[in-house]
């Protein structure tokens, strides 16, 4: 598959993510035709090759080894041999390796060619009944609960919809830290094992979503989550700001209470004021 300028191409490929019917004929088509596969995980690589017939030549590429493989790798384009880029499943780059040897084969003036395929982020958007028209993508969050909090807060005045990934074992921690960011009644969904035989998409709010964790929501297999973006207009979660309040204010003068309060709801200071007033808080 070389070029007539014996300048190789850089493929990058989507593959399917559960489901084998979605890897679209012409994926298959130059996957057949590459000199080199470039792997996330060179077995689970094989595996797709060797299910839908195909007996290429693969080599690893992760995260561990990307500074080393990508001059290896430019010279196989540089000598005109065409590699395709896979990751595990879906699309790579999107919170898969990939960044640094697209980024070099620009830099060289290699051709870098894109071959659309599934994305979990695009399936999972496809079917969570929120808005699309404008989103975020945020991977996966912090593991260590600060800095997941902190991550969060940061996104507490954002008006798209977020989509973020986790892992199965930690699926109930950043449910509860994103209800105690955005509020039990803010509208989410979570899809679980998408495009495979036990795929699930639960819809509701962040509160109806946590409590059904472990019950009708099994705790298996591979999850997106997408969480609605703050709707301008609406209502503050009134219990959520009393409770905040209450607790910085045991520590805190009124003033600075009401501010962090402000700070991690995403609400106008002066509804802060409004709602702890009213509710026997004294921030003046």
Same mark, same amino acid.
């Given at each position: 598959?070389?070029?007539?300028?014996?300048?190789?191409?850089?493929?990058?490929?989507?593959?399917?993510? +559960?489901?084998?019917?979605?890897?679209?004929?012409? %994926?298959?088509?130059?996957?057949?035709?590459?000199?080199?596969?470039?792997?996330?995980?060179?077995?689970?690589?094989?595996?797709?090759?060797?299910?839908? +017939?195909?007996?290429?030549?693969?080599?690893?590429?992760?995260?561990?080894?990307?500074?080393?493989?990508?001059?290896?790798?430019?010279?196989?384009? =540089? /000598?005109?041999?065409?590699?395709?880029?896979? /990751?595990?499943? =879906?699309?790579?780059?999107?919170?898969?390796? +990939?960044?640094?040897?697209?980024?070099? %084969?620009?830099?060289?003036?290699? #051709?870098?060619?894109?071959?659309?395929?599934? /994305?979990?982020?695009?399936?999972?958007?496809?079917?969570? +009944?929120?808005?699309?028209?404008?989103?975020?993508?945020?991977?996966?969050?912090?593991?260590?609960?600060?800095?997941?909090?902190?991550?969060?807060?940061?996104? =507490?005045?954002?008006?798209?919809?977020?989509?973020?990934?986790?892992?199965?074992?930690?699926?109930?921690?950043?449910?509860?830290?994103?209800?105690?960011?955005?509020?039990?009644?803010?509208?989410? %969904?979570?899809?679980?094992?998408?495009?495979?035989?036990?795929?699930?998409?639960?819809?509701?709010?962040?509160?109806?979503?946590?409590?059904?964790?472990?019950?009708?929501?099994?705790?298996?297999?591979?999850?997106?989550?997408?969480?609605?973006?703050?709707?301008?207009? %609406?209502?503050?979660?009134?219990?959520?700001?009393?409770?905040?309040?209450?607790?910085?204010?045991? #520590?805190?003068?009124?003033?600075?209470?009401?501010?962090? !309060?402000?700070?991690? !709801?995403?609400?106008?200071?002066?509804?802060?004021?409004?709602? !702890?007033?009213?509710?026997?808080?004294?921030?003046?």
């Amino acid at each position: 598959m070389q070029a007539a300028d014996a300048r190789g191409t850089l493929y990058v490929i989507g593959t399917p993510i +559960g489901n084998l019917g979605d890897l679209s004929p012409r %994926a298959r088509d130059v996957l057949a035709k590459a000199d080199v596969i470039a792997a996330e995980d060179t077995r689970r690589t094989r595996g797709l090759l060797s299910r839908i +017939g195909l007996n290429a030549r693969v080599i690893a590429y992760h995260e561990h080894n990307e500074e080393q493989r990508v001059p290896e790798l430019l010279e196989h384009l =540089g /000598s005109g041999e065409s590699i395709a880029l896979v /990751s595990d499943a =879906g699309t790579p780059l999107i919170s898969d390796p +990939g960044l640094r040897l697209v980024r070099a %084969a620009h830099a060289r003036g290699f #051709e870098v060619t894109s071959v659309p395929g599934p /994305s979990a982020v695009m399936a999972a958007l496809s079917v969570a +009944g929120l808005a699309t028209d404008r989103f975020v993508f945020e991977g996966f969050l912090p593991r260590r609960a600060a800095a997941r909090a902190e991550h969060l807060q940061s996104l =507490g005045a954002e008006h798209r919809t977020m989509v973020f990934f986790e892992a199965v074992h930690r699926l109930t921690d950043t449910l509860q830290a994103l209800v105690a960011q955005f509020g039990a009644q803010r509208p989410a %969904a979570v899809a679980r094992e998408l495009t495979k035989v036990h795929e699930q998409v639960a819809t509701g709010t962040l509160g109806q979503i946590h409590a059904r964790l472990g019950a009708d929501i099994p705790l298996l297999g591979e999850f997106v989550l997408i969480v609605a973006g703050k709707t301008a207009n %609406a209502e503050p979660d009134e219990e959520r700001v009393r409770g905040i309040f209450a607790l910085l204010s045991a #520590e805190l003068a009124p003033n600075k209470a009401v501010a962090l !309060t402000a700070a991690i !709801t995403g609400q106008p200071r002066n509804t802060v004021y409004r709602l !702890t007033r009213i509710h026997g808080g004294t921030p003046d």
